[in-house]
C-alpha cells in the first residue's frame, strides 16, 4: 500500500510556542491531503481539507489562524500549532489520497502533541 | 444525513471466534464504505474497503457485508486472533478526490486467548 509519514512523532513544547508538524506522501502525488485530531479512546476530527497550491478549507469550529496548514507541494502538507495551549494537546494525524480506481486514503503514524 | 452509527462500542471475543461490527449510514450519495484499523498510538491503517455494486468482498479473514437498501455495512473478522486487539473504524465517502471521510466512532476489540 501507499505511505505517509509524519514528522515529528512525539513532540513536547511549552505554552505559547508553535509546533510544526509535516506529513509526507512516499510513494505517491496527493492534491489533497487530509488533517485529523484525535482525543483518547474517540474518533478521528476531522480539522481541515488540504489542496496542493490553495488554501486549506477547515471544519466549522477549528481555529484557521491557530492552526495554520500550507500544503506547497504534491507530497508535502504542514500544520502549524501556533500559540499552543496545554488543550492542543492530541493525537494529530494525517491523511492523503491515493488517485486510482477507489480513490484509497492512506494515513500517517500520527503525531503525539503535548503542550506543558 | 453525514453520520455514520458504529456498534457495538466494545466487543470481547475468544480466540477463534468471529467477531461482527456493524455501520449504519445515511446518506445514499455515499458510494465507497472502508474499514480502518489502528492500534494504540499508531495511525488507522485501510483494512478492507467496499462499493455498492457488490453485497460482499473477503480479503483473507476479513469479510464486508453491505446492504445497500437497508444503509448498512458490516465486518467480519473469521478466526479472530489476540493479535486482532484493535479499535476498528468503518467510514463512509462520495469516492471522488477531495472528498473527507465520515467516521464511526470505532469499536474495541479484544480477543482472549
Known amino acids: 500500500g501507499a505511505v505517509v509519514s509524519q514528522h515529528p512523532s512525539r513532540v513536547i513544547c511549552k505554552s505559547g510556542t508553535s509546533v510544526k508538524i509535516e506529513c509526507r506522501s512516499l510513494d505517491f502525488q496527493a492534491t489533497t491531503m487530509f488533517w485529523y485530531r484525535q482525543f483518547p479512546k474517540q474518533s478521528l476530527m476531522l480539522m481541515a481539507t488540504s489542496n496542493e497550491g490553495s488554501k486549506a478549507t477547515y471544519e466549522q469550529g477549528v481555529e484557521k489562524d491557530k492552526f495554520l496548514i500550507n500544503h506547497a507541494s504534491l507530497t508535502l502538507s504542514t500544520l502549524t500549532v501556533t500559540s499552543a495551549h496545554p488543550e492542543d494537546s492530541s493525537f494529530y494525524i494525517c491523511?492523503?489520497?491515493?488517485?486510482?480506481?477507489?480513490?484509497?486514503?492512506?494515513f500517517g503514524p500520527g503525531t503525539r502533541l503535548t503542550v506543558t | 444525513q453525514q453520520q455514520v452509527k458504529q456498534s457495538p462500542q466494545s466487543l470481547i471475543v475468544q480466540k477463534g471466534g468471529i467477531p461482527i461490527i456493524n455501520c449504519a449510514y445515511e446518506?445514499?450519495?455515499?458510494?465507497?464504505f472502508p474499514w480502518y484499523q489502528q492500534f494504540p498510538g499508531k495511525g488507522p491503517a485501510l483494512l478492507i474497503a467496499i462499493r455498492p455494486d457488490v453485497s460482499e468482498k473477503k480479503e483473507g479473514r476479513f469479510t464486508i457485508s453491505f446492504n445497500k437498501s437497508a444503509k448498512q455495512f458490516s465486518l467480519h473478522i473469521m478466526d479472530s486472533q489476540p493479535g486482532d486487539s484493535a479499535t476498528y473504524f468503518c467510514a463512509a465517502t462520495k469516492n471522488q478526490a477531495g472528498t473527507a471521510l465520515i467516521f464511526g466512532k470505532g469499536t474495541t476489540l479484544s480477543v482472549s486467548s
Open positions: 491523511s492523503a489520497w491515493l488517485a486510482g480506481g477507489n480513490y484509497e486514503q492512506y
Open positions: 446518506n445514499t450519495a455515499f458510494d465507497y
